[in-house]
């Protein structure tokens, strides 16, 4: 489980964070919607370290992780997929998979091997490219070349930040839909940032809403999903 | 712009308390440490083309030593080959210096950071090179004679017997204190601002309406000029030359500005004192140690090469940032 | 057409130094984001360690190893002790601007060039020192007749020939050599795959390191050894650096190989000192008519 208590990061004199608290529960998706600087971003940059809080905790199953570096964070089993379909352009497809099972490979080089080519299963496209430059590839292709390199480290904990960004509604769905199954087959857990609050919160199991840093909702998906007035106030539709 | 003329009235103040400081030493002194003050001096208005161009407008030039070369070289071809009095020399030097930053400019405009790093310190041993190449001209390794003269009836009339060194002091002094008030009201006018938002932030200072690589070229031209001068002053000490205007001038400069504080005046006087006197004040307490040669030769070399990187890595606002702080805290 | 073989041959022995000259400072540049204006005084350092362990009657294989491990261990140093330090003093108001954040690292990189040339004028005196070959340096006979090369022209081809083999193989072949390529290109990214990028960077100057100590060591023949020789090379180096365009491997070598050549002709048809001017001339060309260089890439050059 993981649990946010009174967190607060600054950029600069600006409180990005203002005390949020949040809970995401294993292997659910939990999702945070909101406005463009609601603070949304840095709340996943926070978690995964990219970003040192004022103040206010962080834990991970039990065990608080502020203070840590990236690079450790990803080893306690989460992994971050930043936003705008964060892939080295000019390594190849295959190069940025592998990318992200390096600090394994010592440890665990046959699951490594297992995990590359389940990324393919998961993205077939990605593997009819996978000698392509990452730069040439489609947007959508590079959200889930993205999206493999965060999983190809096994992780328990997803942290996805606005994987809809740019992307045809048809391609989102498909994206959407394999986050889906992977949480409902594997017990993975998600953080699913997005702006785009239908498509989320049809697959999400509970949804918060940020409003200028500071938590304004936290119910069930289905509920906030249905509660127009709070969308009117918060996110204009 | 009450307040900018408060500032220059404040500067002319200054200025002239610099003047009487250094013409009191200059009496005071023995010749020795008058002809390193005058090179403290002389080193204090290069130092002051780097607070301008690094300092205030974040460009870095590696080569002041050759924009010195530059200035010496002119001034000195003057003097030999049209026969001109030094003072009408020094003013051509200034010029050369300025056409010299011009061209230069031209071309750094384009450039930031490492590339411009790399392209002044290429500029630095090229441009000396040309002194070999074109031996008939610029006199080869052995370079050009030309000095200050000697000092004019009334001066030794007013002071009594004034001697080379005391004279080199003197006849400095005064664009020393030019040099000093003109970078202070410079840093402290409308200009000074517009290359401190360009160094802060580039993007943002050409929304504002600065062209960016026109100030750039005027920043260059300006700190060439101060560079000539401080040129042809380093020159008439006697020898125009590759061997006046080696790299590692260009690397004391900098070093003295760093050493100082780069974005400082005072920081300015403070290194160019520093890098000269260091050397001398190391030798006096080794001398109880009784090193060996190489120690002596290269010590000092060493000590301010760590003060370099000692001032960057934990002071990088350098000596003057640190008595700012201290007064403050104070 | 007997000199010109001899200037081609002669310009591709001197080529391939400066290759590995340009290599070292593109690897720290692409790894750190510093151009490091040290890295021939790292070289002249471990030379003058090499020429030592040589007086004092060790074989030159031994010396040369040790010369290629101290220049990696050199390089690391310098990185541990003043780069990474500095580059997480951010919070200087004298380095937030993007300006002065490119600047402080080379005035830093100068002051180790001058503690390493001081502190070897401290060591040896100073003294200029000739520097042995391992293999003949006169021109090589055969079948009678004497060829326009030297014996030591091809060890030096060879040498570094091989070392771009390897160093291809590494940056293309290893998962650590990704990790460099990637925390080079995207530090972020590669932070968030669990990549350390400090220990990257150090890497990078271990590696750079030993290429230019490699570069000081076959070089040093044909110059005297004393602490300011190889500073030439060190302009050298960076001009065929930013001609491949600064943040290519490939490009520094190409950049290395044809500024080789270039100054082999300028030697032999015009005179040596017109060295310096030539370079001048390439690098305002290249930085004026094509910024990027040859093989550099537009959005990564930071100029």
């Not at chain 1, 989320?200 to 940020?210: N, P, R, T």
Request: charged letters at 10%; a positive charge.
């Amino acid at each position: 489980m993981l649990e946010i208590k009174d967190l607060v990061t600054e950029y600069g004199s600006v409180k990005a964070l203002n005390g949020v608290s949040l809970v995401a529960h294993v292997g659910k998706i939990t999702t945070v919607i909101g406005a463009n600087g609601a603070g949304k971003s840095t709340l996943l940059r926070t978690i995964s370290a990219l970003e040192q809080p004022r103040s206010g905790n962080i834990s991970w199953n039990g065990k608080s992780i502020v203070g840590l570096s990236p690079e450790k964070i990803v080893r306690l089993g989460i992994a971050h997929v930043p936003e705008g379909h964060a892939v080295i352009s000019q390594l190849s497809v295959e190069e940025n998979i592998s990318m992200g099972a390096l600090f394994r490979m010592r440890s665990n080089k046959v699951d490594v091997k297992n995990a590359q080519q389940e990324m393919y299963q998961l993205f077939p496209r990605l593997e009819e490219r996978k000698n392509q430059l990452a730069g040439s590839l489609s947007g959508g292709e590079r959200q889930m070349l993205a999206i493999s390199r965060a999983l190809v480290s096994r992780p328990s904990l997803l942290l996805l930040d606005e994987p809809s960004l740019g992307l045809a509604p048809l391609i989102v769905e498909q994206i959407i839909q394999t986050i889906n199954d992977l949480c409902r087959n594997t017990g993975l857990t998600v953080l699913l940032v997005e702006q785009n609050a239908n498509t989320a919160l049809s697959v999400a199991d509970h949804g918060i809403l940020l409003s200028l840093g500071s938590v304004v909702a936290d119910l069930p998906a289905a509920q906030m999903k249905a509660d127009v007035s709070l969308r009117a106030a918060y996110l204009g539709y | 712009m009450s307040r900018t003329r408060s500032y220059g009235r404040k500067n002319l103040i200054i200025s002239i308390l610099f003047a009487v400081l250094i013409f009191i030493l200059s009496i005071k002194l023995d010749p020795y440490n008058l002809g390193q003050l005058a090179v403290a001096l002389m080193l204090f208005i290069g130092v002051l083309s780097i607070v301008l161009l690094t300092g205030a407008s974040g460009q870095i030039s590696l080569g002041q030593g050759a924009l010195m070369a530059v200035g010496g070289f002119a001034a000195a071809l003057a003097i030999l080959n049209l026969g001109l009095s030094i003072w009408v020399a020094i003013i051509l030097a200034v010029i050369a210096a300025l056409l010299a930053g011009l061209l230069l400019g031209i071309a750094a405009a384009r450039l930031s950071g490492p590339y411009l790093a790399g392209t002044t310190l290429v500029i630095a041993l090229a441009i000396p090179s040309l002194a070999t190449r074109f031996e008939s001209v610029f006199g080869g390794d052995v370079g050009l004679n030309i000095n200050f003269g000697n000092p004019p009836a009334w001066l030794s009339s007013l002071m009594g017997s004034v001697g080379y060194e005391q004279w080199q002091l003197l006849a400095t002094l005064p664009f020393a204190v030019l040099a000093l008030l003109f970078t202070s009201n410079i840093l402290n006018s409308r200009t000074g601002r517009s290359w401190r938002a360009l160094r802060d932030n580039e993007i943002a200072s050409s929304l504002n309406g600065i062209d960016i690589s026109q100030t750039k070229i005027f920043v260059f031209v300006i700190s060439s000029g101060f560079a000539g001068l401080a040129g042809v002053l380093y020159g008439l000490r006697g020898i125009v030359g590759p061997s006046v205007y080696p790299i590692s001038l260009s690397l004391m400069l900098l070093t003295g500005a760093v050493l100082g504080g780069i974005r400082s005046i005072l920081g300015a006087l403070i290194g160019s004192i520093l890098v000269v006197f260091l050397p001398d004040v190391i030798d006096s307490i080794m001398k109880h140690f009784s090193p060996s040669e190489q120690v002596a030769n290269y010590l000092p070399a060493m000590i301010s090469s760590l003060l370099l990187i000692l001032t960057v890595v934990l002071n990088p606002g350098g000596i003057a940032h640190g008595l700012h702080r201290t007064r403050r805290h104070l | 057409m007997e000199i010109f073989l001899s200037a081609i041959f002669s310009g591709t022995s001197r080529g391939a130094i400066y290759a590995l000259a340009a290599l070292g400072l593109v690897l720290v540049w692409r790894g750190a984001g510093v151009v490091n204006f040290a890295q021939m005084g790292q070289a002249m350092f471990t030379t003058y360690i090499a020429s030592t362990l040589i007086g004092h009657h060790y074989s030159y294989w031994l010396a040369f190893i040790v010369a290629l491990i101290s220049g990696g261990i050199l390089g690391a140093f310098v990185d541990l002790s003043v780069m990474r330090p500095l580059s997480r003093k951010r919070s200087s108001n004298f380095l937030d601007s993007p300006a002065m954040r490119s600047t402080i690292p080379v005035i830093a990189s100068l002051g180790i060039l001058g503690i390493l040339q001081s502190g070897a004028g401290i060591f040896w005196a100073a003294e200029e020192r000739g520097f042995p070959t391992p293999v003949n340096s006169l021109g090589l006979v055969i079948g009678g007749k004497t060829m326009p090369f030297t014996a030591f022209d091809l060890f030096v081809i060879g040498t570094v020939f091989i070392t771009l083999v390897i160093t291809t193989y590494f940056f293309k072949g290893t998962g650590m050599g990704l990790a460099m390529r990637a925390s080079a290109l995207n530090p972020e990214v590669a932070r968030l795959s669990g990549i350390k990028i400090g220990s990257m960077r150090t890497l990078s100057w271990t590696i750079s390191g030993v290429a230019s100590s490699l570069a000081g060591l076959l070089v040093t023949p044909s110059a005297n050894l004393s602490p300011s020789t190889l500073d030439l090379i060190l302009i050298i180096g960076f001009t065929a650096a930013v001609v491949g365009g600064l943040d290519s491997l490939l490009g520094s070598v190409i950049g290395g190989f044809a500024l080789g050549l270039l100054i082999s002709f300028v030697n032999v048809y015009d005179t040596p000192e017109d060295i310096f001017l030539a370079i001048l001339v390439v690098l305002l060309a290249v930085l004026l008519i094509r910024p990027q260089g040859l093989l550099g890439s537009k959005e990564v050059r930071r100029v």
